[in-house]
């Protein structure tokens, strides 16, 4: 049987701060949002005192000042470059990884060469104590959505260390009857909603449905998810390796539409942020994917993509923008309601490299090289300050997004986002 194991960081942007702020220590301590809106992290401390995750901060500023928080504003730069880190430890430990997120990573052990999987899990957590300094929680289970739970297991319960494994078992059936199901992996609100009414409202439910009752109301995701909560291991770890040859940006939106505005308000701004990884890269891209999902409550499910391949490889946002509405324009379906939207920019050159200039079908080079000059202006002073200062005009400010923006209380479930976070 295979063993996975999911590595996720306590408290992250707040550990992340801590770093450099040893004196905070066992200090109630908290992270805002972009703009100081919401609370975003929490150090247990905070969380001790009531703090809730995700409240906005005039709600929390009586406590705040009666149990002298601790207050850091969103430094995302610095929870890159300590992300980046972590992965790499385990990177340098595991068989696979999947850098999941921010601050998770799925990752492989080889059982055979293992006496002790949980003493290994032991080791990797103290090693990226020492080497990065943030501490984590590792669960191993196997199957990635029995590890979430497991870590989640071991992060509430000191007395774990920092490591829990599951194996099928009355432990397990105890834990998953004690496990509301909304807060099973892949089960979102309005899936959790939807199992609650049918008298479904723990994880050991949902394993105990049968096949094809999962099938029929929860599509095959949500019969993966019951074979999963078995110990059969369907959703395999899919490697993320550093060198970037593709950029993706996608994400699930925090309630489904069947407007288009708001979708290529989404667009818009995944591309912008593509555009920008890439750009910090030296890259230009000369293929963009654009791709939208249907909800699985309205099957079937479809998820059109729609595509473009430049003349000449393209890193100027407008271009790339342009480019991606009216890919989405084709797509779009009216009527459909669409839960999710994503880009991939590919096929990468290096920005320095001279196209060659073919008369009509790519930009004089002297045009070439206003743009290019304008897009590091422009990223310059984005760098410097704070993300978005300069953005196109159909871009919203963060958190200012018509509907397709992001719920507080979901991590946004695909691997390969780079820069949403
Ligand atoms: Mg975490």
Same mark, same amino acid.
């Given at each position: 049987m295979p063993l996975i194991g999911l590595c996720d960081c306590n408290n992250f942007f707040v550990s992340c701060e801590r770093l450099f702020r040893p004196d905070l220590k066992d200090r109630p301590v908290i992270v805002l949002s972009s703009n100081d809106g919401c609370v975003i992290s929490r150090s247990n401390e905070a969380k001790a005192i009531g703090i809730p995750m995700g409240e906005p901060f005039f709600k929390v500023e009586g406590i705040v000042k009666a149990y002298k928080v601790h207050v850091f504003s969103t430094n995302f730069p610095l929870y890159e470059d300590i992300s980046k880190r972590v992965h790499a430890v385990i990177r340098a430990h595991a068989p696979e990884t999947e850098d999941y997120s921010v601050d998770e990573s799925f990752f492989s052990l080889d059982i055979a060469a293992l006496r002790s999987p949980e003493a290994y899990a032991r080791t990797l957590g103290e090693t990226i104590r020492r080497w990065v300094g943030v501490p984590v929680s590792i669960g191993l289970a196997p199957t990635k959505t029995l590890a979430k739970l497991a870590a989640e297991y071991a992060k509430k319960h000191a007395e774990t260390n920092g490591v829990h494994r599951l194996e099928p078992g009355a432990e397990l059936d105890a834990l998953l009857e004690r496990?509301? *199901?909304?807060? *099973?992996?892949? *089960?979102?609100r309005r899936y959790a909603d939807f199992l609650n009414r049918c008298n479904t409202g723990n994880a050991r439910k949902l394993r105990d449905k049968p096949d094809d009752w999962l099938r029929r109301h929860l599509t095959i995701r949500g019969l993966q998810t019951g074979w999963e909560l078995r110990g059969v291991s369907c959703i395999p770890i899919r490697t993320t390796d550093p060198p970037q040859k593709s950029i993706q940006v996608s994400r699930s939106f925090g309630a489904p539409t069947t407007m288009i505005e708001p979708i290529r308000e989404a667009v818009t701004t995944f591309v912008s942020r593509g555009a920008e990884k890439m750009r910090a890269q030296g890259m230009r891209a000369r293929v963009l994917h654009v791709y939208i999902t249907t909800s699985r409550f309205h099957p079937p499910v479809t998820c059109p993509v729609g595509r473009m391949t430049f003349e000449a490889p393209a890193s100027y946002t407008p271009t790339l923008v342009t480019a991606a509405l009216d890919v989405l324009d084709e797509i779009f379906v009216r009527g459909e309601w669409y839960v999710k939207a994503g880009i991939g920019l590919s096929e990468f050159s290096e920005e320095g490299q001279r196209q060659l200039f073919l008369p009509g079908a790519s930009l004089d080079p002297q045009e070439d090289d206003r743009r290019t000059r304008y897009m590091e202006a422009v990223d310059r002073i984005n760098r410097v300050l704070g993300q978005d200062a300069i953005r196109p005009a159909a871009m919203p400010a963060r958190g200012k997004e018509s509907g397709w923006g992001p719920r507080r209380d979901h991590e946004s479930p695909e691997t390969t986002e780079h820069s949403l976070r």
């Open positions: 496990t509301p *199901v909304g807060d *099973v992996w892949g *089960v979102g």
